[in-house]
């Protein structure tokens, strides 16, 4: 059983909403139309709203209710909510309603979301890097539990096979090697030594072994990731999240930013440094915590780096254009010279367009 939701908006000319008369035909006409198609609709409360709008709630039968609000700006909004199994009418049915009611009130637009099902202990909803709401062909939860660190889930679907879900947003699924490939760009990884920031789906660290590494190190802060993509999924990691020593890697569950600092004082050092770590904030005015952790790694990995170890990460999708600008300044400000090239590839379960970046150190 879900709370099955249609939303459907329309525009008229201001005047409707704000002259009482006009306003008071529209929500009529409005409220006749719905009556026609949604059975036993009965008037519950009828008030102005301090703008000077409208709010008119409704009951109608199959524990359905319907809200009808009236902006000054012209902005009409109809909601129809229904408790049970399925909607009250079916996907053509709310398209049609849509199309008479902006017949009968002459608007000169008009939208139908079709039902959105919520409240189901199967959740299909999840967001781009913009925010944008996406509905995945999801078949089931296979794991769920928050962590310390995250809440943590993995779903199967119908389109990308199972799918890593942290705090709400999906970060690798069975179709996704195209990220991967994209992320280790072009280069000659054989004899080269690596560090993986983060990579808890194991996808990078499996890709980079085929390549015949010097050593590849990961560092995992959520040991809960590792073992549920060790289970749910293996055609992204392979069988190299089976141990954590390998003969040329090594697994650490850990804080990626210490063991920075550690190899700092050890003066380690690396060909390749791998960010893998939490998304680049969508905005540069939002999250300045988190763009100066982006900062701070970037700064602390070049120190890692000879002169040609390269720094490569993932930032953001193509519909964040200033994340992007803001990485790229972040980069400029380094106190150490390097180079930049970008790549970017349609990343089938972010349903978006997502951009890497390759920093050299000169």
């Avoid at 939490?278 to 982006?294: A, F």
Wanted: proline fraction near 4%; charged fraction near 25%.
């Amino acid at each position: 059983m879900s709370f099955n939701t249609a939303l459907l908006d329309f525009s008229v000319a201001p005047e409707v909403i704000t002259n009482p008369v006009e306003s008071a035909t529209l929500h009529q006409r409005i409220e006749a139309t719905v009556g026609a198609a949604v059975a036993g609709l009965t008037r519950l409360i009828e008030d102005l709203t301090p703008s000077g709008g409208f709010l008119l709630n409704y009951s109608a039968d199959a524990e359905t209710f319907v809200t009808l609000r009236g902006h000054p700006s012209g902005l009409v909004s109809l909601q129809i909510e229904n408790y049970g199994e399925a909607f009250i009418m079916d996907n053509r049915a709310v398209l049609q309603l849509e199309k008479d009611i902006r017949a009968e009130i002459g608007a000169r637009r008009g939208k139908a979301i079709l039902p959105l099902r919520r409240g189901r202990d199967i959740d299909p909803f999840y967001y781009t890097s913009d925010d944008r709401l996406v509905e995945y062909g999801t078949l089931e939860t296979l794991f769920d539990e928050v962590t310390p660190y995250q809440h943590v889930q993995v779903v199967r679907t119908r389109d990308f096979g199972n799918i890593l879900v942290l705090d709400g947003f999906h970060n690798m699924s069975e179709k996704d090697l195209v990220y991967t490939e994209t992320l280790m760009a072009a280069e000659q990884y054989e004899g080269k030594t690596a560090l993986i920031l983060g990579g808890g789906d194991g996808g990078l660290l499996y890709e980079l072994l085929k390549h015949n590494p010097k050593f590849v190190t990961m560092v995992e802060i959520d040991d809960v990731v590792i073992q549920q993509c060790r289970k749910h999924l293996r055609t992204v990691c392979g069988d190299c999240l089976d141990k954590y020593d390998g003969d040329n890697y090594k697994i650490i569950v850990g804080d990626a930013f210490q063991f920075l600092r550690d190899c700092l004082k050890e003066g380690r050092t690396f060909d390749y440094i791998f960010y893998d770590l939490s998304d680049i904030p969508v905005s540069p005015k939002h999250d300045r915590n988190l763009w100066n952790m982006v900062r701070d790694v970037l700064h602390d990995s070049m120190a890692l780096l000879p002169a040609g170890g390269k720094y490569m990460t993932h930032v953001m999708g193509i519909n964040s254009p200033a994340a992007l600008q803001e990485f790229e300044t972040l980069v400029d400000a380094l106190p150490v010279k390097t180079t930049r090239t970008q790549s970017a590839a349609f990343v089938p379960s972010f349903l978006e367009t997502w951009v890497f970046y390759q920093i050299t150190k000169c």
